[in-house]
């Protein structure tokens, strides 16, 4: 009877047993796995295009005449006013140029004055037969001769106080001024070709220079019957990614045939003159509209060697493996997905590594 009693025992026990291992096997079959919908809003796609900074004016300043750099009034790098003085050339002989003109000046106006007087007495005289006709055509030959030097006199004189203006090279427009590349001493020859002392940079609006591809261009067109947007965003990938906001205010009228692209200009403001001239920037144009997109986890996309995928969930819970086509990333955390899934599936968001094409799970939606 015992052993009858023992045996009874471990079969119900191994009954129970086989029960919950059958329980646990369905467990373990459809483990609760994290999903989500497509976030569904309107978007506005953009490409990045590599481009340069350069400032809205810069100036050669430049000596054309001949002397010595006397002194410079400004200190290197430094912001300037419109018609500040910036360099001095020794103006002693363009000054005494001015003077001799000026004498030479005066004297002509008065032989042209003289002139004039003498001309006036011989028509008198010869209204009355009191002088020969070749005295009166002499007298007025003399009247416009001496017009004549008044001019001559007068360009001189204009030509001596522009060199002498010369020697004073002043700031065309407010900006900033490079080290000068002559110390004060120097002897400069700039009559012959001219010498270059600085350069100085208008910064208070700077332009962003890119190129974008001819056939993005026409898409552009296409897609919105014109240019959709006029403002762009200005950012560098090192150290941070500040934005600055642009306006694009030149479009080329040719696309170049070496490179199929188009030149686009954008102004930016540079109240704080972080930019500067010549640097490297990355703009980002945006180019078209989606009403209704579909976003989703940047996190939950896979890649191999056929491109993006993810896991859907179909309607028997079971995870379906499906490659979809994916665009920009947007607010750092959510892609756009161009096509390969619907708006009201739902999508393995985290724990990718522990689902498999066809397996069962217990969808749990965030």
């Known amino acids: 009877m015992k052993w009858f009693k023992f045996c009874l025992l471990c079969f119900v026990c191994s009954i129970f047993t086989g029960c919950n291992d059958d329980l646990l096997s369905g467990y373990e079959a459809m483990p609760p796995i994290t999903v989500a919908k497509p976030v569904v809003r309107d978007i506005t796609l953009s490409k990045s295009y590599p481009g340069y900074v350069s400032a809205q004016n810069s100036v050669n300043l430049v000596a054309r005449v001949n002397g010595y750099l006397e002194d410079s009034f400004y200190d290197a790098g430094s912001k300037v006013e419109k018609g ?88 065309p427009f407010r900006g900033r001024v490079t080290i000068g590349t002559l110390s004060n001493g120097n002897y400069v020859n700039g009559s012959a070709s001219p010498v270059v002392l600085a350069t100085i940079f208008q910064e208070d609006l700077m332009y962003a220079y890119f190129n974008i591809e001819d056939n993005q261009y026409l898409k552009m067109l296409w897609d919105n019957k ?90 028997s819970s079971e995870v379906e493996y499906r490659h979809i086509t994916v665009g920009e990333v947007f607010d750092d955390t959510l892609r756009y997905v161009v096509s390969g899934l619907d708006k009201g599936e739902m999508y393995v968001s985290k724990a990718l590594l522990k689902v498999r094409d066809g397996m069962k799970v217990n969808p749990v939606l965030k």
Do not use: W
């Open 84 to 171: 500040k003085l910036l360099f001095l050339i020794e103006p002693t002989q363009y000054q005494d140029e001015v003077l001799s003109a000026e004498s030479s000046l005066e004297n002509a106006i008065a032989k042209r004055d003289y002139a004039q007087n003498n001309y006036t007495r011989m028509k008198e005289a010869s209204a009355s037969n009191a002088i020969s006709e070749i005295d009166l055509i002499e007298a007025k030959s003399q009247l416009v001769a001496a017009e004549a030097d008044v001019k001559n006199a007068e360009a001189s004189l204009s030509l001596a106080k522009t060199n002498l203006s010369y020697c004073y090279v002043k700031a």
């Open 226 to 315: 014109q240019m959709p947007f006029d403002s762009v965003e200005v950012f560098f990938d090192s150290p941070t990614r500040k934005v600055y906001k642009g306006k694009i205010d030149y479009i080329a009228p040719n696309i170049d045939l070496s490179m199929g692209t188009l030149r686009l200009r954008a102004e930016i403001k540079n109240h704080n003159g972080e930019l500067k001239d010549g640097m490297f920037a990355n703009v980002m144009l945006p180019y078209t509209k989606r009403d209704n997109a579909l976003l989703i986890d940047d996190a939950s996309i896979g890649f191999d060697q056929l491109g993006s995928f993810i896991y859907v969930i179909n309607d």
